[in-house]
């Protein structure tokens, strides 16, 4: 007997499936589930639409927002067939989802070719010493926009 969370996850599995085959991309699958129910679902669409954010678990954030017309997923937990990346769970985190079910661990995925280690090591390190160059310059100028949000008073805050 299966339980209602292997019920969601299964689905979660069989998009990894179906957008692999379709050869859309990765063989990742998510969907995201609302008070028992499934309310958005994704697989990976990083071929098929030439967007390296196209992960599963960001295109079903982005289907589920739709579907509740906010960008806010509290009370939504996301099933997902693959620990997600450091992008994704950045993304998790900014949905404010309640909870992560996951399938293979980012362990597996190193083995078939997507390592995504290498990123959680690179933000262990500090800026000076990453792989990718980053310059902090105008941040007067930046900072002018920030002190406008910061005193605006019609502001929906998130
Ligand atoms: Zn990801």
Known sequence: MSNINDQFMAEAIALSF??????????FG???VKEGKIIAKGYN???SSNDP????????IRHACQVLQNFDLKGCELYTSCEP?????????????????YGNSKIDAAKIGFDDNFIYQELERSIDKRQLPM???MSEEAFKAFQEWADKQDKIPY
């Open 18 to 27: 179906e957008g692999m085959r379709l050869g859309e991309g990765g063989p």
């Open 30 to 32: 998510a969907v995201i």
């Open 45 to 47: 669409q990083v071929i």
């Open 53 to 60: 954010t196209a992960h599963a678990e960001v295109v079903a």
């Open 85 to 101: 990346c450091p992008m994704c769970l950045g993304a998790i985190y900014w949905a404010r989802l309640d909870k992560i079910y």
């Open 135 to 137: 310059m902090q310059i």
